[in-house]
C-alpha cells in the first residue's frame, strides 16, 4: 500500500492468487484496522460500499470539501479491515509481483 498526492494505491493477492491492483485517485481518508472483525452481516472476504457513512458525516463536519465521495470497506478475512474515502475507486489486473 501506498500514498502519495491524494492517491492511494493497494496491491494485493486474491484468493485465487491473483494479483490485484485497486488506486483511490482522490483518497481522502484511509485506516487500516488489524485483525478486526467486520460488522455483524458483514462477510470477511469481500469489499463494500458503506451506505449513510458516519465517517463520512464526520469529515464533512470537519471541512473536507462537498465532493461525492464513497465509503469503502476492503475485508481481509483474519488480517483485518481497510477503510477509504475516495471520489474514486479504480481496480487493474495487476502485472505479478
Same mark, same amino acid.
Request: aromatic share 14%.
Given at each position: 500500500?501506498?500514498?502519495?498526492?491524494?492517491?492511494?494505491? $493497494?496491491?494485493?493477492?486474491? /484468493?485465487?492468487?491473483?494479483? $490485484?491492483?485497486?488506486?483511490?485517485?482522490?483518497? $481522502?481518508?484511509?485506516?487500516?484496522?488489524?485483525?478486526?472483525?467486520?460488522p455483524t452481516g458483514v462477510r470477511d472476504d469481500t469489499s463494500y460500499e458503506v451506505v449513510d457513512s458516519a /465517517?463520512?458525516?464526520?469529515?464533512?463536519?470537519?471541512g473536507t470539501p462537498s465532493q461525492a465521495l464513497h465509503h469503502y470497506m476492503l475485508c481481509f478475512n483474519a488480517a483485518g479491515l481497510l477503510h477509504v474515502v475516495?471520489?474514486?475507486l479504480l481496480v487493474a489486473a495487476s502485472p505479478e509481483r
Open positions: 500500500m501506498t500514498y502519495a498526492a491524494g492517491e492511494l494505491a $493497494v496491491k494485493f493477492k486474491d /484468493w485465487r492468487e491473483q494479483s $490485484v491492483a485497486l488506486r483511490f485517485p482522490d483518497a $481522502v481518508a484511509f485506516r487500516w484496522e488489524d485483525e478486526a472483525a467486520p /465517517w463520512i458525516a464526520e469529515l464533512r463536519s470537519a475516495s471520489a474514486r
